[in-house]
């Protein structure tokens, strides 16, 4: 199992972009990266996957490097409804329902 | 919303007592798996059930015990509670295990909030 290291917390403001890097330096060939999003007093919800190169949907965009021991996600014009947690996950697609969350990125976008 | 219900919110219970916490799963789910997380850190693995059946289990001891029913609603139980078991407990529902593809299609619910006193 991949272990992944993020920034403990970030600061931003409203408008900017955010970036939130994980580090899974032991990733391996069959690993995905998800990132997922959790606010206070809910449960996590998906916001991206990834396997290689850069992935973009509706809400952020993932960018992985060509030797995948990191991720960066990306979050374009944030608000204060943008304030949450961020997990970066690393595992195998087939199994990894059952992977463990790390402490996660806090972040807080400000007025 | 996720379609995810969970019950109870909220629940206080002393040391030694038994809990049960229910999850009803997204329509056309037939897997569910349960996460504890306690205050300032993410949510860790406890188990998952397929098909009533129990499909994977994390690093949790024998007192937690679960169950998946027909319409793959599921419970979980944890006897002989201890201060540290005071967290909030996550279910995702998700369609089968191993089926490949994105992974968004595991959605969580809103918890239950455990306080063992």
């Known amino acids: 199992l991949a272990k992944t290291t993020q920034p403990i917390s970030m600061d931003s403001y409203e408008g900017q972009e955010v970036n939130i890097t994980c580090s899974h330096n032991?990733?391996?060939?069959?690993?995905?990266i998800t990132w997922y999003q959790q606010f206070p007093s809910q449960g996590p919800r998906f916001i991206i996957q990834?396997?290689?190169t850069k992935v973009t949907n509706e809400v952020a965009s993932l960018f992985i490097p060509a030797d995948r021991k990191s991720s960066t996600l990306s979050l374009p014009r944030v608000s204060l409804s943008d304030t949450a947690v961020y997990y970066c996950?690393?595992?195998?697609?087939?199994?990894?329902?059952?992977?463990?969350f790390g402490a996660g990125t806090t972040v807080t976008v400000r007025a | 919303e996720t379609g995810v219900t969970q019950s109870p919110t909220h629940l206080i219970k002393t040391r030694g007592q038994q809990v049960t916490l229910r999850c009803s799963s997204q329509?056309?789910?037939?897997?569910v798996s349960w996460y504890q997380q306690a205050l300032g850190q993410g949510p860790q693995f406890i188990f998952q059930?397929?098909?009533?059946?129990?499909?994977g289990r994390g690093n949790f001891p024998p007192r937690f015990s679960g169950l998946q029913f027909p319409n793959y609603s599921s419970e979980l139980n944890v006897n002989a509670l201890e201060l540290d078991d005071s967290a909030l407990y996550l279910c995702?529902?998700?369609?089968?295990?191993?089926?490949?593809?994105?992974?968004?299609?595991?959605?969580f619910g809103p918890g239950t909030r455990l306080l063992v006193l």
């Open positions: 329509s056309g789910h037939n897997t």
């Open positions: 032991n990733i391996a060939t069959n690993d995905y």
């Open positions: 996950l690393v595992g195998l697609l087939s199994n990894d329902y059952k992977l463990s």
């Open positions: 059930y397929y098909r009533e059946e129990e499909n």
């Open positions: 995702a529902s998700s369609g089968r295990p191993g089926a490949g593809g994105p992974r968004e299609t595991q959605y």
């Open positions: 990834g396997y290689k």
